[in-house]
T-cell receptor, first 118, second 118 residues
Framework: EAGVAQSPRYKIIEKRQSVAFWCNPISGHATLYWYQQILGQGPKLLIQFQNNGVVDDSQLPKDRFSAERLKGVDSTLKIQPAKLEDSAVYLC????????????????FGPGTRLTVT | AQSVTQLDSQVPVFEEAPVELRCNYSSSVSVYLFWYVQYPNQGLQLLLKYLSGSTLVKGINGFEAEFNKSQTSFHLRKPSVHISDTAEYFCAVSPDYQISGSARQLTFGSGTQLTVLP
């Protein structure tokens, strides 16, 4: 079974530029999450999708961050314009849904995209 | 809302010695508990989980954890560590969706860097 795929793995941009990250979850996983992990901290949830609908985006800085999952499969997270404090690893995770209560709690993570804003 | 406290940010230990990584949580509803491991430049990998049943749970790579509801703790232990266990370890909680109705989301602690010394 292929894991969660993310690209690019690394990105360096200047402040005020825009950047996009891509995630392809495990096949059949209906729920998809984007996390921001700042150096020295645990991952913080940015947005949660169920199929192509948003479940929770309360922690997404909507003035500069946007995310979509148009066909309910892969997803894109965008930052425009980037700030220095956006330097972090952006993690994508996915879970099964409706396949049994407990399995829906097990999140599978991709390798992440390390963003450096200079 | 939930919160997770990992009391030790760094734990150095000699190879073949036992180790305990501490985790305490706070929540107004029932939660499920997880430990994830993150190797350098990689995503998070599920180490073990407590969802129900026995409070002593065993995971991969010889790790185990004990859920203590009265002390709201979920400490991770290994009787004998190896060099290859050097990594960042994250404790996480998710509210019980069936009871709270909250979306299945993880709240992470700030992590513990385990360094195994030769």
């Amino acid at each position: 079974e292929a894991g969660v795929a993310q690209s690019p793995r690394y990105k360096i941009i200047e402040k005020r530029q825009s950047v996009a990250f891509w995630c392809n979850p495990i096949s059949g996983h209906a729920t998809l999450y984007w996390y921001q992990q700042i150096l020295g901290q645990g991952p913080k949830l940015l947005i949660q999708f169920q199929n192509n609908g948003v479940v929770d985006d309360s922690q997404l800085p909507k003035d500069r961050f946007s995310a979509e999952r148009l066909k309910g499969v892969d997803s894109t997270l965008k930052i425009q314009p980037a700030k220095l404090e956006d330097s972090a690893v952006y993690l994508c995770a996915s879970t099964l849904s409706g396949q049994g209560m407990f399995r829906a709690y097990e999140q599978y993570f991709g390798p992440g995209t390390r963003l450096t804003v200079t | 809302a939930q919160s997770v406290t990992q009391l030790d940010s760094q734990v150095p230990v000699f190879e073949e010695a036992p180790v305990e990584l501490r985790c305490n949580y706070s929540s107004s509803v029932s939660v499920y508990l997880f430990w994830y491991v993150q190797y350098p430049n990689q995503g998070l990998q599920l180490l073990l989980k407590y969802l129900s049943g026995s409070t002593l749970v065993k995971g991969i790579n010889g790790f185990e954890a004990e859920f203590n509801k009265s002390q709201t703790s979920f400490h991770l232990r290994k009787p004998s560590v190896h060099i290859s266990d050097t990594a960042e370890y994250f404790c996480a909680v998710s509210p019980d969706y069936q009871i709270s109705g909250s979306a299945r989301q993880l709240t992470f602690g700030s992590g513990t860097q385990l360094t195994v010394l030769p």
